[in-house]
């Protein structure tokens, strides 16, 4: 499968190791967290919160982009295409901030989960509708039963790197723009 994933969508292609944190001079706390908020935002994100006292933002989970959908920008790189549409994943942003030697520097971490759902038994190969859900054979739903619920669970698959370096370099873009300097 990873060869004909790898041929559209650059399978092989290696996640990029983390980003250091982007350290910006001239600038408090407070507008670099607004500057982030407003990138966050602009990005489909959904800040669940924006606290100025321990200085983190972070989202709520944001289903990742599919192929159809060409005003999304949380797939960086065709890997991070290829996993959002094969697989049902969420992303969850979360933004560190500090300030030293008169500079604000912000770490972002991505972590990605992608949907575990529990098969459910089959007893004949006219039956493979019900696998995921109570559909039908004419029309396909997923409406989970209650034992498939109750094992339904989003699995830690670790870091998405490259939207991490995007987001720190959208934010260090707005905060320029807001100074009014152009990069």
Same mark, same amino acid.
């Given at each position: 499968?990873?060869?004909?994933?790898?041929?559209?969508?650059?399978?092989?292609?290696?996640?990029?190791?983390?980003?250091?944190?982007?350290?910006? $001079?001239?600038?408090?706390?407070?507008?670099?967290?607004?500057? $982030?908020?407003? &990138?966050? &935002?602009?990005?489909?994100?959904?800040?669940?919160? $924006?606290?100025?006292?321990?200085?983190?933002?972070?989202?709520?989970?944001?289903?990742?982009?599919?192929?159809?959908? +060409? !005003?999304?920008?949380?797939?960086?790189?065709?890997?991070?295409? $290829? +996993?959002?549409?094969?697989?049902?994943?969420?992303?969850?942003?979360?933004?560190?901030?500090?300030?030293? =030697?008169?500079?604000?520097? &912000? &770490?972002?971490?991505?972590?990605?989960?992608?949907?575990? +759902?529990?098969?459910?038994?089959?007893?004949?190969?006219?039956?493979?509708?019900?696998?995921?859900?109570?559909?039908?054979?004419?029309? =396909?739903?997923?409406?989970?039963?209650?034992?498939?619920?109750?094992?339904?669970? !989003?699995?830690?698959?670790?870091?998405?790197?490259?939207?991490?370096?995007?987001?720190?370099?959208?934010?260090?873009?707005?905060?320029?723009?807001?100074?009014?300097?152009?990069?």
């Amino acid at each position: 499968m990873c060869f004909a994933a790898g041929f559209l969508s650059g399978c092989t292609e290696k996640q990029q190791i983390a980003p250091d944190p982007k350290c910006l $001079a001239a600038i408090d706390t407070e507008t670099a967290m607004k500057s $982030a908020e407003k &990138v966050l &935002v602009r990005m489909n994100f959904v800040i669940d919160k $924006a606290d100025a006292n321990l200085a983190v933002i972070t989202t709520k989970p944001l289903a990742g982009g599919q192929f159809f959908e +060409l !005003w999304r920008r949380d797939n960086v790189g065709g890997y991070n295409n $290829a +996993l959002a549409n094969l697989h049902s994943i969420q992303r969850t942003v979360e933004l560190g901030f500090s300030e030293k =030697q008169g500079e604000v520097c &912000v &770490v972002c971490t991505v972590k990605i989960e992608r949907l575990s +759902l529990p098969e459910k038994n089959i007893d004949s190969a006219a039956s493979t509708h019900t696998m995921f859900s109570k559909s039908s054979q004419t029309e =396909q739903s997923l409406t989970l039963n209650d034992e498939q619920l109750e094992k339904m669970d !989003w699995i830690d698959i670790g870091r998405d790197n490259r939207l991490e370096t995007l987001i720190l370099n959208k934010i260090d873009k707005e905060i320029l723009k807001n100074k009014g300097i152009k990069k």
